[in-house]
């Protein structure tokens, strides 16, 4: 079975601040990758998905960017942080022909 | 896409009452349905998933859901509360693009 992981798993940073988040998925070859983000009272929101290296679909504009630069490895990235980028982000990978999505921990995101 | 409305966004059972979640899903019949559970600060766990196989599906924890076509609903059951079921329930469908449509989620709480 698939693992995921996540880091970090919690992150304080002050607006205008770069991000790097990193996901990395174990026990599966070719997954598809997601980034999803919840705030407060607002559900899940996909931010970004991935069927390949190098493939990256995004589903909301916004000052965030996701790569791939790896197979199992999906990084999400921010060059300036604001207010409004404080929430739970979750990593999800769905392992080929599985059609379904496993999560990894999350990380818990504070911009201050 | 599809839509997935979950009917209540909170819940309260006593222990060892029947839980009931609603899920409502758009007309067009999604081939998969899930349903998660997040337990605060962390990730979703997969709790079941709808294949057409069978229309009731057993999960994990002693969680079971039925599809009804005619109703467009896939309804999760436990017909026993236990106080570790105190979390937040999330119904999704598959869409198109490899993508899940998710519900506003439905938190439980349970009272001794």
């Known amino acids: 079975s698939q693992t995921i992981h996540q880091w970090p798993a919690t992150l304080v940073q002050p607006v205008g601040s770069p991000l790097s988040l990193e996901c990395t998925v174990e026990?599966?070859?070719?997954?598809?990758l997601y980034w999803y983000r919840q705030a407060a009272g607002r559900g899940l929101q996909l931010l970004f998905y991935s069927v390949g290296i190098g493939q990256i679909s995004s589903e909301v504009p916004q000052n965030l960017s996701a790569s791939r630069p790896q197979d199992r490895q999906f990084i999400l990235s921010s060059k300036k942080l604001l207010l409004s980028d404080s929430g739970f982000y979750l990593c999800?990978?769905?392992?080929?022909?599985?059609?379904?999505?496993?999560f990894g921990p999350g990380t818990r995101l504070t911009v201050l | 896409a599809q839509s997935v409305t979950q009917l209540g966004s909170h819940v309260s059972v006593s222990e060892g009452a029947l839980v009931l979640l609603r899920c409502n899903y758009s007309?067009?019949?999604?081939?998969?349905l899930f349903w998660y559970v997040q337990y605060p600060n962390q990730g979703l766990q997969l709790l079941l998933k709808y294949t057409s196989a069978a229309t009731l599906v057993k999960g994990i924890n002693g969680f079971e859901a039925e599809f009804k076509k005619s109703e467009t609903s896939f309804h999760l059951t436990k017909p026993s509360a236990h106080m570790s079921d105190a979390a937040e329930y999330f119904c999704?469908?598959?869409?198109?693009?490899?993508?899940?449509?998710f519900g506003a989620g439905t938190t439980v709480t349970v009272r001794a």
């Open positions: 007309s067009s019949v999604p081939p998969y």
């Open positions: 999704a469908v598959s869409d198109a693009d490899y993508k899940l449509s």
């Open positions: 026990g599966t070859s070719n997954p598809n």
């Open positions: 999800a990978a769905e392992g080929s022909g599985t059609d379904t999505q496993y």
